[in-house]
Each structure stands twice: as structure tokens, then as C-alpha cells.
């Protein structure tokens, strides 16, 4: 993994940790309905955002290396990449 996407990812986990439990204090202490809404869509976007860090880093690492061997292995990262996005062909 490349180091800086992997610092950024750790910390993205981090954030994540803190706003789930937030959220869980929340639905403990029966705050208002919408409010947690609106901190779950917030941790929605942040799992977007690591998933976009996740993604940077196997476009960077591995799919290259896959493209650059040809045949199955850049069958298998066009697949990969179908998945990722939904894509799934199966």
C-alpha cells in the first residue's frame, strides 16, 4: 500500500470509529430522529471517501501492474474494476 494513502485511510478509520459512536450515544440517548439521519449520511460520506482512497491506491498499485501483464491479469482488473463500480458483468 502506497504510505500516504495508507496514513490517510487509517485516519479516515479513526473518524469513522468516533462517528459511529457517536451515532450510537445518539440512538441511546433518543435524540431527535433527523439528527441522527444527518450524522449517518455523514458517515455514508465518509466511507465514500475512503472507498475513493481504497480505490486511488489499487488503481496505482495493483491495476497497473496487472495492465502491464497482459491477458488474464488485465481480464482480472477490468473485472475487479467492473465490481467496484457496480459493474459486476456476472
Known amino acids: 500500500m502506497i504510505e500516504d494513502i495508507k496514513k490517510r485511510a487509517l485516519h479516515r478509520t479513526s473518524i469513522l470509529e468516533g462517528q459511529l459512536?457517536?451515532?450510537?450515544?445518539?440512538?441511546?440517548?433518543?435524540?431527535?430522529?433527523?439528527?441522527?439521519?444527518?450524522?449517518?449520511?455523514?458517515?455514508?460520506?465518509?466511507?465514500?471517501?475512503?472507498?475513493?482512497?481504497?480505490?486511488?491506491?489499487?488503481?496505482?498499485?495493483?491495476?497497473?501492474?496487472?495492465f502491464d501483464q497482459g491477458g488474464d491479469e488485465r481480464e482480472q482488473a477490468v473485472g475487479e474494476l467492473l465490481k467496484a463500480f457496480d459493474f459486476d458483468r456476472r
Not at 40 to 50: F, P
Open 21 to 66: 459512536r457517536g451515532i450510537a450515544r445518539m440512538i441511546e440517548n433518543e435524540e431527535y430522529c433527523m439528527d441522527i439521519i444527518t450524522q449517518s449520511r455523514a458517515v455514508q460520506r465518509s466511507l465514500e471517501s475512503l472507498n475513493r482512497l481504497l480505490l486511488e491506491n489499487h488503481l496505482r498499485t495493483h491495476v497497473t501492474h496487472m
